[in-house]
T-cell receptor, first 111, second 119 residues
Framework: NAGVTQTPKFQVLKTGQSMTLQCAQD?????MSWYRQDPGMGLRLIHY???????DQGEVPNGYNVSRSTTEDFPLRLLSAAPSQTSVYFC??????????FGEGSRLTVL | AQKVTQAQTEISVVEKEDVTLDCVYE???????LFWYKQPPSGELVFLIR??????QNEISGRYSWNFQKSTSSFNFTITASQVVDSAVYFC????????????????FGPGTRLSVLP
C-alpha cells in the first residue's frame, strides 16, 4: 500500500550542485505534480504532468526540470541548486476525481 | 481567478472542545471541487475530503464534519471533541472540473490554519 513514494527525505546541497528528487506512485494515476512549500508562501506548483510523455510548467518552474517516461515515475531535477531552492518538496498524484495524494515530502537545504 | 481564504491563521483549543475551521472560496466556475487536507507536525499532507459543487449535503466522518454552503461560498470544517492528535495545519483547496485540461493552473490552496489542541 505504498501510494506516493518520494526519495530522499532529507538532502543538503551546496550552491551549484545538481540533484534529482525521485517520485513514484503505484495507483496508476495519470496526473502527477511537484509542489514546494515555504513558510508564508503556502504550496506552490512547480511542474506537472497529465500523462506519460507530457509535462508542463506550474507557477514556479525556474531552476527545475521534470520528465515523465512512465506513468509511475515523475522525477524532479534541480539543475544548479541555489539557496532560494531551500524548501520542502512534495510530489503528488491525482485520479480523475481531482484530489491530490501526496508523498511524505523531501526537505532540501541548499548552502 | 480562483482564491481560497482561511482567515484563521492559528487556533488553540483545549482537548474535548469543538472547533470550526473556516474556508471561503472564490471562483467563477459553476462546477468545481473543494478539498480539505491535514498536515500534522510530522509534515505529510493527508487528504481528508473532496466535495463536488453540486453536492451541498453536509458530511460527517467520525468526529469530523464539513458544512458546504454555496450561497456564502464557504466550506467549513468542524472537529467535535478535539484531541491532541488533531493538532496540525489544515488546508482548504479548490479546483475546477477542467483540471484535466488546466491541471496546473486551477488547483488552489488556502494559506492554512494551524490548530493546536492542548491537553
Amino acid at each position: 500500500n505504498a501510494g506516493v513514494t518520494q526519495t530522499p527525505k532529507f538532502q543538503v546541497l551546496k550552491t551549484g550542485q545538481s540533484m534529482t528528487l525521485q517520485c513514484a506512485q503505484d495507483m496508476n494515476h495519470e496526473y502527477m505534480s511537484w509542489y514546494r512549500q515555504d513558510p508564508g508562501m503556502g504550496l506552490r506548483l512547480i511542474h506537472y504532468s497529465v500523462g506519460a510523455g507530457i509535462t508542463d510548467q506550474g507557477e514556479v518552474p525556474n531552476g527545475y526540470n521534470v520528465s515523465r517516461s512512465t506513468t509511475e515515475d515523475f522525477p524532479l531535477r534541480l539543475l544548479s541548486a541555489a539557496p532560494s531552492q531551500t524548501s520542502v518538496y512534495f510530489c503528488a498524484s491525482s485520479p480523475d476525481t481531482g484530489e491530490l495524494f501526496f508523498g511524505e515530502g523531501s526537505r532540501l537545504t541548499v548552502l | 481567478a480562483q482564491k481560497v481564504t482561511q482567515a484563521q491563521t492559528e487556533i488553540s483549543v483545549v482537548e474535548k472542545e469543538d472547533v470550526t475551521l473556516d474556508c471561503v472560496y472564490e471562483t467563477r466556475d459553476t462546477t468545481y471541487y473543494l478539498f480539505w487536507y491535514k498536515q500534522p507536525p510530522s509534515g505529510e499532507l493527508v487528504f481528508l475530503i473532496r466535495r463536488n459543487s453540486f453536492d451541498e449535503q453536509n458530511e460527517i466522518s467520525g468526529r469530523y464534519s464539513w458544512n458546504f454552503q454555496k450561497s456564502t461560498s464557504s466550506f467549513n470544517f468542524t472537529i467535535t471533541a478535539s484531541q491532541v492528535v488533531d493538532s496540525a495545519v489544515y488546508f482548504c483547496a479548490l479546483s475546477d472540473t477542467s483540471f484535466r485540461d488546466n491541471y496546473g493552473q486551477n488547483f488552489v490552496f488556502g494559506p492554512g490554519t494551524r490548530l493546536s489542541v492542548l491537553p
